[in-house]
């Protein structure tokens, strides 16, 4: 059986660029031990990249982009989900 496993990372960008900055995160760590806690939201004040290109260049494949939101006339500045979600996924030995 293998050791590897899979770690998926949710970067949420100001812009859909690929290289735009995160301005919110996620990890979610198959390759910790069961007994390890898993990173929580507010857990760090930065982001572990900086982007999605840098997240990249680090070894992470781009698993989803996500869609251009379509904003409907006269709501443009209404508040809602961030909408440039990106979704990664790497495979990492078991700790």
Do not use: F, I, N, S
């Given at each position: 059986m293998s050791n590897l496993r899979q770690q998926i990372l949710i970067l949420h960008l100001a812009q859909p660029?690929?290289?735009a900055p995160t301005i919110?995160?996620?990890l979610y760590d198959g390759a910790r031990a069961e007994n390890e806690r898993q990173m929580q939201a507010g857990d760090e004040e930065k982001p572990p990249y900086n982007s999605v290109l840098a997240a990249?260049?680090?070894g992470w494949f781009v698993m989803q982009l996500p869609p251009l939101p379509y904003f409907h006339y006269g709501k443009e500045h209404e508040t809602g989900h961030?909408?440039?979600e990106y979704v990664?996924?790497?495979k990492a030995?078991?700790?």
């Open positions: 660029q690929l290289d919110a995160w996620a990249m260049r680090d961030l909408p440039y990664l996924e790497r030995e078991t700790l």
